[in-house]
């Protein structure tokens, strides 16, 4: 077992900045630093993916399509490991990744952590790796059993990007792959909308925590009044209160206004990963432990109810 | 048909955290359990499916955890949104508590029960994982989609047409054969409440206590839990409304100008 294989993930013939993050976090790890890019035709995405910090380029061509499908990618890593076996492999903690990275640490017993945030080698051979839990109210020290490599998905965002201009050898693989028994038939985009959180240089953004579909109104106004785009968390979406295209997060929009007001927002992972490049984050919430606190530049431990009142007296 | 939903006992923090003298757990007495969040869409769908179904024989939901017997709270809140019946899985302590422990339990049941579809919550809102599910479809020999956002079941041809919520919202149009697993996204549906007849109903219902044996390594240990450093943190602004108000207002001034 040596060196780290980092699973290069691409969509729609771009490679994902979580691939470019990957490849920094791989610097701390066993050399040398592997990059895998699977796909029918993976050449086209190889000059992406040759980094600084990249040793080696693996194009594994698989598949009938670019697009993602879970049996596909499953074989094509057991092919790769087959062949030899990494200390360490790393994935982006995304929705293709839990698709098939879980299944191929249970088929041959990796060490397996998913949203990690920090790894390192404590000693050679001894890979630790921190992750949260609870709520992110908790952090915890994972290591793994000896004797297999460690697969870990990686939360994006926290590592910078690697830089272009690598030097990396190149190899190529060609795996003869049986049809995925989920096949990817098209895509759908989300529904065009009005508004568009993403230019707005002022959010006001509402979670879970304003309780009813009743005080939605009041937040409405209170945005309109303060000069604010109104935003929400997924549970909004979720609960039917707002369309989709006012949700921040991973499975919404990246945002990035100068000021990210934030009520009733706990700061789930796939909350903060939307917004957590806002200029000035401002949380109000009445748990003093909330996750949100941690990205935010004011805080107050307060009922939101009390402060919205306050605030549209001033307004 | 026959559809198993996977379900968890979630533990949240209230106000208060403490570490246990084991240094590798937060003393369980400042934890407030309830039905993972997940799991009540997934469990939704699969009552669904059966209505959708209904005027056929043999259609049933059952639902399966994994944990210790105040677990049986998830499972009864199960019962009594219409889950037809209950087994929980007998679990270790923290060191079994690992998705691929938890799996490998898991299995053991599909292997008996041998249904038509599988469901699981995408993850739980303790652990964010989102391993569970596709470790238990690998090791049960199924065909799985992740992170479902919509699901269209055609009993004629067994197979369902599905969306798998990417990043942003895009949504991938995917086809899967039955028997298989699905991971389940929030938003899915809109979950019934229970009435109070049924609930009380549920808790009059036997649940099945089982033991499944889960051999071969776990995909990690937890060596150490702590309370991370408040770091620089965000600066506060105080505990009167009004003055909290009025310094958001003036630092959204300075900070817009
Ligand atoms: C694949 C995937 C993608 C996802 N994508 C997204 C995404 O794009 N965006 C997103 O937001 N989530 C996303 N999620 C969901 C995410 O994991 C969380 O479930 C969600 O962000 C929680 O939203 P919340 O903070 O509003 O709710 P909660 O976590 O329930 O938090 C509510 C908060 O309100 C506080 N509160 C309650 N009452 C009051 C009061 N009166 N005054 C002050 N504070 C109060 C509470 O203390 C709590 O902190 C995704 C999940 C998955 C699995």
Redesign the pocket.
């Known amino acids: 077992m040596s060196g780290t294989l980092v699973l290069a993930e691409h969509l729609g013939g771009k490679v994902r900045d979580v691939t470019l993050e990957l490849v920094t976090a791989a610097q701390g790890l066993p050399r040398p630093v592997t990059v895998a890019v699977i796909a029918a035709s993976p050449e086209a995405l190889l000059d992406s993916v040759d980094l600084v910090g990249v040793d080696e380029i693996v194009a594994v061509r698989a598949g009938e399509s670019d697009d993602f499908e879970n049996d596909v990618y499953q074989q094509a890593l057991d092919t790769l490991l087959d062949g030899s076996e990494p200390e360490v492999i790393l994935a982006g903690f995304t929705?293709n990744s839990?698709g098939y990275a879980p299944a191929v640490a249970a088929r041959r017993e990796l060490g397996f952590a998913s949203d990690v945030f920090s790894v390192e080698v404590e000693s050679p051979g001894t890979i630790v790796a921190t992750r949260a839990f609870y709520?992110s109210k908790v952090h915890g020290e994972l290591t793994f059993a000896a004797g297999a490599p460690v697969l870990l998905l990686l939360r994006p965002t926290v590592w910078a990007p690697a830089t272009p201009g690598g030097s990396a050898a190149r190899r190529h693989l060609s795996l003869e792959t049986t049809p995925s028994r989920a096949r990817h038939r098209g895509y759908r985009e989300p529904p065009p909308s009005e508004v568009d959180i993403t230019t707005s240089d002022f959010l006001l953004s509402?979670?879970?925590?304003?309780?009813e579909r009743d005080n939605i109104e009041r937040f409405v106004e209170l945005a309109e009044k303060m000069g604010a785009t109104l935003a929400?968390?997924?549970?909004?979406?979720d609960a039917g209160w707002m369309p989709s295209a006012r949700?921040?997060?991973?499975?919404?929009?990246t945002v990035k206004p100068k000021v990210y007001l934030a009520?009733?927002?706990?700061?789930?992972?796939?909350?903060l990963?939307?917004m957590k490049g806002a200029g000035t984050i401002i949380a109000?919430?009445?748990?003093p432990d909330?996750?949100?606190f941690s990205v935010a530049d004011f805080g107050a431990v307060?009922?939101?109810?009390?402060?919205a009142d306050e605030l549209d007296k001033l307004y | 048909m026959k559809t198993v939903v996977c379900v968890k006992q979630v533990a949240a923090l209230g106000d208060e955290v403490e570490i246990d003298d084991s240094g590798r757990d937060v003393d369980h007495d400042y934890l407030e359990s309830s039905l993972n969040?997940?799991d009540v869409f997934a469990l939704e769908e699969a009552l669904r499916l059966k209505e959708s179904l209904d005027g056929q024989d043999g259609h049933e939901v059952v639902v399966v955890t994994v944990g210790d017997e105040e677990c049986e709270q998830a499972l009864r809140r199960c019962l009594a949104m219409g889950a037809d019946r209950a087994i929980r899985v007998e679990a270790g302590g923290i060191d079994e508590s690992d998705p691929l422990t938890t799996a490998r339990r898991l299995a053991g049941i599909i292997g008996r029960e041998v249904p038509d579809l599988v469901l699981c919550g995408?993850?739980s809102?303790d652990a964010?994982q989102?391993a569970t599910g596709v470790m238990l479809a690998e090791l049960a020999g199924l065909p799985r989609v992740a992170?479902v956002t919509s699901v269209h079941y055609d009993a004629t041809s067994a197979k369902a047409q599905v969306h798998r919520?990417l990043?942003g919202?895009l949504l991938d149009e995917v086809e899967v054969g039955m028997p298989a697993l699905l991971t389940i996204?929030?938003g899915i549906n809109e979950p019934r409440y229970a009435n109070l007849r049924a609930i009380k109903q549920a808790n009059a219902k036997e649940i099945e206590v089982v033991n499944v044996p889960s051999e071969g390594p776990r995909a990690y240990t937890v060596r150490k839990m702590f309370v991370p450093e408040k770091g620089d943190g965000a600066e506060m602004l105080g505990s009167d409304a009004a003055v909290v108000a009025a310094r958001i207002a003036e630092i959204v001034r300075a900070r817009l100008s």
């Open positions: 929705v839990m709520g509402i979670g879970r925590g304003i309780g929400v968390s997924r549970p909004i979406v949700q921040v997060g991973q499975s919404g929009k009520f009733g927002i706990s700061g789930a992972v796939q909350h990963a939307g109000v919430n009445s748990d909330a996750a949100i307060l009922d939101l109810f009390d402060v | 969040e997940w995408v993850q809102s964010v989102a992170v919520e990043e919202g996204q929030t």
